[in-house]
């Protein structure tokens, strides 16, 4: 059962534009969703991550805009640049522990 | 200094063979787990050990099981190693606050398993 479904799967953008990855989820009782970035050959690490009495927040460049109500987030990147070009994941973890899940990803590539 | 180191980064190895991987975090978290990351990118939760006792097994193949020496090192032992067992595996750690919430999880850099 996925939990928290993810898209797009791949994402092309051009340096300097906006690189928007959704994610929604099913259960009422996620508490926290944070988003991952992977490198190759690199283990997922914490990019930025919100909880569900905000509806958006931003660190830098990135912001995640939270829709409680319809039970979706996404991962907005503002002036993407080649360095982003990753795989991203959103997650979601529940109050009765601290057990993530994952959605599927989504490898971005931003072309110079 | 490096805070979720697995050893070995890469592992080859034959259909039936036992392997290791080991894990250990420097961050004084009380939760370690491991993940498997298949060939579509996808992460899959394995187990969860938090200060030593296991809290999450899922669906896994019994041939996988998990040690946990302290709170500081989850290893993962694998028999009779299976083609479909190739995959990268993430050791992971976090924090487990009062009220069960919690911060981010902080990966290792993975282990890329390849039975052949």
């Known amino acids: 059962q996925q939990q928290v479904k993810q898209s797009p799967q791949s994402l092309i953008v051009q340096k300097g534009g906006i690189s928007i990855i959704n994610c929604a989820y099913e259960?009422?009782?996620?508490?926290?969703f944070p988003w991952y970035q992977q490198f190759p050959g690199k283990g997922p690490a914490l990019l930025i991550a919100?909880?569900?009495?905000?509806s958006e927040k931003k660190e830098g460049r990135f912001t995640i805009s939270f829709n409680k109500s319809a039970k979706q987030f996404s991962l907005h990147i503002m002036d993407s640049q080649p360095g982003d070009s990753a795989t991203y994941f959103c997650?979601?973890?529940?109050?009765?522990?601290?057990?993530?899940?994952f959605g599927e990803g989504t490898q971005l590539t931003v072309n110079p | 200094d490096t805070a979720v180191s697995q050893t070995p980064k890469y592992l080859v190895t034959q259909m039936g063979n036992d392997k290791s991987i080991k894990c250990e975090q420097n961050?004084?978290?009380?939760?370690m787990y491991w993940y498997k990351q298949d060939s579509k990118k996808f992460l899959k939760i394995m187990f969860s050990?938090?200060?030593?006792?296991?809290?999450i097994n899922e669906t896994v193949p019994n041939r996988f099981s998990p040690k946990s020496p302290d709170k500081a090192h989850l290893n993962l032992h694998i028999n009779s190693l299976e083609l479909g067992d190739s995959a990268v595996y993430f050791c992971?750690?976090?924090?487990?606050?009062?009220?069960?919430?919690?911060?981010?999880?902080?990966f290792g850099s993975g282990t890329r398993l390849t039975v052949v």
């Open positions: 992971a750690s976090s924090q487990r606050l009062v009220g069960g919430a919690g911060d981010g999880y902080t």
């Open positions: 050990y938090n200060n030593k006792e296991l809290i």
């Open positions: 961050l004084g978290h009380d939760t």
């Open positions: 997650a979601a973890r529940g109050t009765s522990g601290s057990r993530l899940t």
């Open positions: 919100i909880r569900p009495d905000v």
């Open positions: 259960n009422t009782a996620f508490d926290y």
